[in-house]
């Protein structure tokens, strides 16, 4: 019995070993490239560093004057992302479901329509920026064109030029390239709703949208809860629009953590500071990820 005992353990710990040598690729990979950058970034910001010369260690004098000082703007930066997260996870998601629910019925032509809707993000960032800077030109774009030729000429604006309505300019071509992404999330979540379900609802005298509110929308909430993480982490990390856009401005008010970080980093040459930027964008990341979570939990139970 010892023998088989000692035999057993052996075996169990040549399973373990063989298992940790296949994970060990992968550990590493993840090490390297998501743990050790945010190691260095974490290291990098407690110092007044240019990028080339010896760094002086200042502590959290960088963190400090990250949330005090004037010149920087990182709080206009934190508002207008929470705003395009608003927008992105009220006005966004809302049609996103109402899309996946309306494709998740069987209607003639789901599968064009889901490819249709999916395009925007297959398309590359850049384009549709250049895209939307076509559309918002204030001579020749379609959306000043269009006001001229229903009469609202008065309500035509240099729409990525104006403090007023830089950041709307923004906002609008990131709902829409995304709206496709969100919709086919919980269009697999939909799909995957039992037919018995939903019949047996019909049977009982539930109308189409009651089956949804009731049923399927309760079914794919762990879904939704992933596309809402998404939302919010994507409009606090937007890099992309707003910089082919309107490059932060007019004024910096459309600047955002992203591209106030590039402006640190390459424009200031004040590597400490960026690095503290960085930092902030991950644990804000982090931290709405795990509100978000709990929020969904509590709703859950």
Wanted: contains cysteine.
């Amino acid at each position: 019995m010892a023998d088989n005992h000692s035999v057993k353990k052996k075996s169990d710990i040549g399973k373990g070993v063989t298992i940790f040598f296949f994970l060990l690729p992968a550990l590493l990979l993840f090490i390297s490239i998501l743990i050790a950058p945010i190691i260095v970034s974490v290291y990098r910001s407690m110092y007044d560093w240019n990028g080339f010369s010896e760094g002086t260690f200042i502590g959290l004098e960088n963190y400090k004057e990250l949330f005090t000082s004037g010149s920087i703007k990182f709080m206009t930066s934190l508002k207008n992302a929470f705003i395009l997260a608003f927008f992105s996870v009220f006005v966004q998601l809302p049609f996103s479901l109402f899309l996946a629910l309306l494709l998740g019925r069987k209607v003639k032509g789901e599968k064009s329509f889901l490819s249709i809707y999916f395009m925007p993000v297959l398309i590359s960032t850049v384009v549709i920026g250049q895209l939307w800077l076509k559309i918002y030109n204030p001579d020749y774009g379609i959306l000043n064109r269009f006001l001229d030729a229903v009469n609202l000429g008065n309500l035509k604006h240099v729409w990525v030029g104006e403090v007023g309505t830089a950041l709307g300019a923004i906002i609008v071509p990131t709902i829409w390239q995304y709206i496709g992404y969100h919709m086919l999330l919980m269009y697999a979540g939909v799909k995957g709703v039992s037919t018995d379900l939903r019949e047996a609802a019909m049977l009982d005298g539930a109308t189409k949208w009651q089956v949804d509110r009731y049923i399927v929308i309760p079914i794919i909430k762990p879904i939704i809860r992933v596309s809402v993480i998404f939302a919010v982490t994507g409009s606090l990390k937007t890099y992309d629009l707003v910089r082919i856009l309107t490059e932060g401005g007019p004024f910096q008010s459309t600047e955002v953590p992203s591209t106030l970080l590039e402006n640190m980093l390459f424009l200031r040459n004040r590597y400490g500071m960026g690095s503290t930027i960085s930092v902030m964008l991950i644990a804000l990341c982090f931290a709405f990820a795990l509100l978000i979570t709990a929020a969904f939990k509590d709703k859950e139970a």
